[in-house]
């Protein structure tokens, strides 16, 4: 028997009503049962009120809150048919019960003669587009709710949400100076296991319209026992409705199939602060034989290392589930302005979440293990926030890396994905107690207001001869192609130019262990040199000076104005624009017209290195093109592990040496840098370095 509509008109029609009634004898439940809402309607509805029921259909809703004891309900229906059939069914059991024929856009109720309307689904039966007769319709819908309610009366409207209707209702009501809370109803789950989509309750709440008055109330209960989240703005609290849509659509899916090599995450926010906790990563892997026991595991992401490749990109989180040896991976980032007692109340908290996301054919009973890297979850302390006119917020923080050692990073907050700095610390962090923490987060403080650094003074605890980014090595690494010989002494001067500062470590690492080189460092935002000089211990000498410059019109007057040339010319500058599939350059910088700027700028024997970071495969083969036009010499470096590629370009093609050229000169290079210092790290290994660059 085919009750489906011919189109969605259709839903707002009295003849297909009367039709669909005629046909349907048993209750038909729009979006679940009384027994799924009455732990919310309780909340909002009390026994004594008067209640109308807009759209009853033939549901069961009313009856069953009868029977517990809401005695007071009126029931209407555009369709006579569904309402004699519901007049002769409850005509016994539930006398005092009123079912009325009327259309609910031209009640024929009094003002104020209800302390509550209730909807379930009929919202969503009228608006089915938003063409002008359809919003007409729900404009009068809305009014006529409006009417029959008094002063704190609530409209209470069960709905999935869609957009075009969560948007209406809630600007409607907000407008008018109502309160809105909106409940998200647990989903469902069936013994096949398929979960349905999501309810979601409206409550709007009826106020007296302030003149002027701008503070509206937007409220998000996410979870039936948390305390409501107060929102800012409607795009918002319409956001919160989407993510959880999303989260019940990526739920089901997952539940069903495999995520096929997908990247597949999403974020859990926090309860009271709707900042985000926790964001999962779903890693499956088809080729891994099944076992009893290799379903399903949990992995926990230590603090402030969720950046590293093997946490932080596609390809290491596939890694990670290949060594860990399970069917389906869930890799969990913890985020930063949380605070995470031990890795025993994660569990404990995500317990219930996690096995939402378990594949299909997990045994009953299976216990799912968490794992992590040696049970440790990290140290994150936020050290100082600011923002930067040119690229936004930022936070300072100090992290602990895999080896016990601790890094201090610059991050920016419209790309937490990406370290922008990272530098090595000479001092461990002292964190305080657990009772100390506890004690800040029952007066509201974060775990970070509270960490400090056994030296806090900003700067202070840098170790500069340390390069933590393997680009940066690698970069150092590319001198040696700088004389006949393949490696500079410690008195041959060379003059630099770096476009990008950052924290200043790579500039600062030259200045330092090149003593005879003089370095221009180029940064467009003056922000970043007080974050270099005030938590990176970067300074400046006769040596070392920074330009607060366009890198790109630095580099064309310098040109036009022909004062001068550099030894050296290195671009490590980042895309603001996160939408390209290049984020270092910026586009600007790999211009056949710009490129050829650069290359006049160089001296005869020069040497222009840049950090390329282009994930599309088409726009990479176009930039490398346009420097092959440029430059007649290309070394490439391709940092392993890591999406980072060095270029090495030179302006002869006479220059031009051999593979046991380059690895001689590595090794000059490094013995003749540990002279320079009374620290050297064996772990650069800048001659291993050049031994893999391939001529492009």
């Known amino acids: 028997m085919n009750l489906l509509p011919k189109s969605s008109k259709e839903f707002s029609s009295a003849e297909y009503w009367e039709t669909f009634f005629k046909k349907r004898q048993s209750a038909f439940e729009w979006y679940g049962t009384y027994m799924d809402h009455c732990a919310v309607l309780h909340k909002y509805i009390k026994p004594k009120d008067k209640v109308l029921v807009v759209g009853c259909g033939n549901s069961e809703l009313s009856e069953q809150m009868y029977d517990v004891g809401y005695q007071g309900i009126t029931n209407i229906d555009i369709s006579q048919v569904v309402i004699d059939k519901m007049k002769e069914r409850n005509a016994t059991h539930r006398p005092t019960m009123v079912f009325m024929q009327m259309d609910m856009m031209q009640m024929e109720f009094g003002d104020s003669q209800f302390q509550v309307v209730l909807d379930k689904g009929t919202l969503d039966a009228v608006m089915t587009d938003e063409s ?6 729900v404009d009068r819908m809305f009014a006529e709710v409006a009417r029959v309610l008094p002063l704190g009366g609530r409209f209470v409207c069960i709905s999935l949400a ?54 509206r109330i937007l409220e998000m209960c996410m979870e039936e026992q948390d305390k409501p989240l107060r929102l800012a703005s409607v795009e918002q609290l319409l956001e919160a409705v989407k993510g959880r849509q999303q989260y019940a659509l990526l739920r089901n899916h997952l539940t069903k199939n495999s995520s096929s090599g997908e990247n597949v995450s999403l974020t859990l926010s926090d309860s009271v602060s709707g900042k985000p906790r926790y964001t999962f990563c779903i890693v499956d892997l088809p080729s891994v034989k099944v076992s009893r026991t290799n ?27 290949k060594t860990a040896g399970f069917k389906r991976l869930l890799v969990v980032a913890l985020h930063r302005d949380q605070l995470y007692e ?31 890297v040696g049970g440790d979850i990290g140290v994150r302390t936020v050290q100082c926030r600011g923002t ?51 004690k800040d987060k029952r007066r509201g403080q974060s775990c970070s207001q509270t960490e400090k650094t056994s030296n806090p003074k900003p700067g202070q605890a840098v170790d500069k001869s340390y390069l933590c980014c393997d680009h940066h090595r690698a ?94 010319i290195m671009f490590d500058v980042d895309s603001k624009d996160t939408t390209l599939g290049m984020s270092c350059p910026p586009p600007a910088f790999v211009d056949d017209v710009f490129l050829l700027k650069v290359r006049n700028l160089l001296a005869p024997q020069g040497l222009f290195i840049l950090n390329l970071v282009c994930r599309d495969s088409t726009l990479k083969e176009k930039v490398m093109g346009v420097i092959k036009g440029i430059f007649p010499l ?24 051999r593979s046991k050229d380059l690895l001689e000169a590595g090794h000059i290079l490094e013995n003749t840098l540990k002279k320079q210092s009374s620290y050297w790290d064996e772990t650069y290994n800048l001659a291993e370095m050049l031994k893999t660059v391939t001529i492009v």
């Open 295 to 321: 379903h399903f595991a949990i992995f926990i992401v230590p603090q402030g290392r969720e950046t590293e490749w093997l946490f932080g990109t596609d390809e290491g989180r596939k890694q990670l589930g």
């Open 132 to 137: 002008d007769g359809t919003l007409h319709s």
């Open 388 to 438: 930067s006119d040119m690229s936004g917020e930022y936070v300072i923080e100090d992290v602990k890396g895999e080896d016990g050692n601790y890094f201090r990073h610059l991050v920016f907050l419209n790309n937490v994905n990406v370290v922008q700095s990272e530098a090595k610390l000479l001092h461990t962090i002292s964190v305080t107690s657990q009772k100390r923490k506890k």
């Open 475 to 568: 970069m150092v690494a590319g001198l040696a192609l700088l004389s006949e010989k393949g490696a500079l002494v410690a008195d041959t001067p060379f003059s630099l130019l770096v476009v990008g500062l950052g924290g200043g470590s790579l500039p600062s690492f030259i200045h330092d262990y090149f003593s005879q080189s003089t370095v221009d460092a180029i940064e467009i935002d003056p922000m970043m040199l007080e974050v270099a000089t005030a938590w990176f211990e970067f300074s400046q000498d006769s040596r070392m000076k920074v330009i607060l410059a366009d890198g790109l019109n630095y580099i064309r007057t310098a040109v036009d104005s022909g004062n001068g040339s550099y030894d050296v």
């Open 634 to 657: 290309i070394y490439l470096h391709k940092i392993e592990g890591e999406v980072n590629e060095i270029l090495y370009c030179q302006l002869t093609v006479e220059l031009k040496a």
């Open 162 to 215: 869609q957009e075009h209707i969560a948007k209406k209702a809630v600007s409607y009501f907000s407008q008018q100076g109502w309160p809105v809370r909106i409940h998200a109803v647990e989903e469902q789950i069936t013994a096949d296991r398929q979960f349905t989509m999501p309810v979601f309750i409206f409550i709007f709440t009826k106020f007296k319209k302030i003149p002027g008055a701008g503070h």
């Open 342 to 372: 031990s890795m025993e109340a994660i569990q404990s908290e995500l317990s219930g979440k996690v096995l939402e996301f378990a594949p299909s054919g997990l045994p009953a009973n299976q216990q799912v293990p968490f794992l992590s």
